[in-house]
């Protein structure tokens, strides 16, 4: 989770085999504020480490939401969002 105004490097260890890159830029909602609080790796960059399997693939499940609702004809702000907040209150279970 990169904190707004921090540089942003994206990347793949080529030795890593195969790799699904999930991503959202968005604003906050005011009450996703405790959910946005994870542990720090560098400056600005937190990280979600020795997540349940459950918790990655709900996150990720929810991520995939968020893209397909940007192909909606219809309603794609509203679902991307709750698809974005479901996978905000996954990545807060994962640290609970």
């Not at 991503?23 to 480490?49: C, D, I, K, N, Q």
């Not at 693939?57 to 794609?76: I, N, P, Y």
Request: proline share 6%; net charge neutral.
């Amino acid at each position: 989770l990169y904190a707004p105004g921090a540089p942003q490097a994206y990347g793949t260890c080529p030795h890593a085999g195969r790799w699904e890159l999930l991503w959202a830029h968005f604003e906050p909602r005011a009450h996703w504020a405790g959910w946005l609080r994870w542990p720090e790796r560098a400056a600005g960059v937190g990280v979600l480490t020795d997540a349940p399997a459950e918790t990655v693939a709900g996150l990720a499940a929810s991520l995939r939401r968020v893209v397909a609702a940007t192909r909606r004809a219809w309603g794609a702000e509203d679902f991307g969002r709750a698809a974005l907040e479901e996978a905000l209150l996954w990545a807060h279970a994962a640290q609970a």
